[in-house]
């Protein structure tokens, strides 16, 4: 059995939900989390004391430090964790290291968080026009005061407790081809005093296309000896996870799209994390129970049955990639917009059908195509600050999370 140490955080097994947006909220990190507990041996211990994950890290949204300083409504509710989640993991993004550690402050002294993660990966341009996400390690100064301050803020406001909050960062491995930053980025992470590097093995500039270069996690590998080091990307299966585990040598994997559609996929990743040969294959039956319950949970979560079901929309491919279901009928259940609706479509599929095998597994959601990162102007110029940077990035701040 491998385990996972992060600060003060004791993982179980060592596999990660990654931060997706509009889909890491708490109905989606409960199924996934579930899962993974059935993933576990029977004689697995769920009582062990302190911050004790059996089945691994489920991380929220992107919530964005300005908002949480803010308050908004939207974004305490992102951050609000399900009731049973054993560690609260909430992921972090910002461009200002005040901010950041301001935000950092709020989870610890109020107690919000257990862990908090970084992100320094993100490519969409919003973000990345700002300065933020996957483009800026490219700027070693601020990357390095965001990250010193916020493992500062988590120390201090973690004084006086019976655990320190850890601080993590999660990243790529640069802007593009020309412009590399996650050896840098690590071994100032490493230095600053964070708990954990996570790197997706792709650039901004790859978005999600290609193939994740996973030779480059195993040189972060070799860069960052001291805390654990997390692969992402491309990992579609437990096989995949075990893989990448092997030729890079790294501590945990960091699952994102994998799990689109397939919550269920924790139980087999956790499952390979204790020796064991299971694997779940749902026929269609199954994974409308599944489409059900995550409907339900929406409701719940928002509160508001109609916004519940356009969240659902999203899913709806992704639940029923591989299956015999046709094109009409896929086109009705992405837009539902109740739960008797939701049944309604549910019961007119096939539902008899078994698994399809590789048809319902591999890549998911779009890969895209490489993409022109956008960025601040001069941002490539100098890895340094100026004082023009500066003061645009002090405006830059996002005010609104889930990325």
Known sequence: MTTLQIGQV??????????????????????CREAGLDGLPEDADLSVPGRHAPAGLYVTEMITSRALVERTPETMRMITP?????????????????????????LVAEDRA????????????KVTRKGGGAALPWKRELFDAIVTQAVGAAREASAGRDHEVPITVKMRMGIDADHLTYLDAGRLAERAGVAAVALHARTAAQHYSGEAQWETVARLKEAVTTV???GNGDIWSAEDAAEMMRVTGCDGVVV?????????LFTDLVAAAHDSDRRVTPGLREVAAVVRRHAELMVEHFGEEARALREMRKHMSWYLKGYVVGGEARHDLGLVSSLAELDERLA?????????????????????????????????????????LRAMLAQAELSVSGG
């Open 256 to 264: 994102g799209r994998g799990c689109q559609g397939r919550p269920w």
């Open 114 to 125: 257990d862990h908090i993660d970084l992100n320094f990966g993100c490519p969409v341009p």
């Open 82 to 106: 399900d009731p049973d989640e054993p560690v609260r993991s909430v992921q972090l993004y910002g461009v200002d290291p005040a901010t950041i550690a301001a935000a950092v402050r709020i």
């Open 10 to 31: 004791s993982l179980g097994s060592p596999v990660i939900l990654a931060p997706m947006a509009g889909v890491t909220n708490p109905p989606f990190r409960r199924l």
């Open 348 to 388: 007119a599929l096939d539902l008899d059908q078994p698994y399809p095998g590789e048809g319902a597994e591999g890549p998911r959601g779009r890969a895209g195509t490489p993409k022109q990162p956008h960025l601040p102007d001069g941002w490539l110029s100098s890895r340094e600050m100026d004082a023009e």
């Open 228 to 230: 654990p080091v997390l």
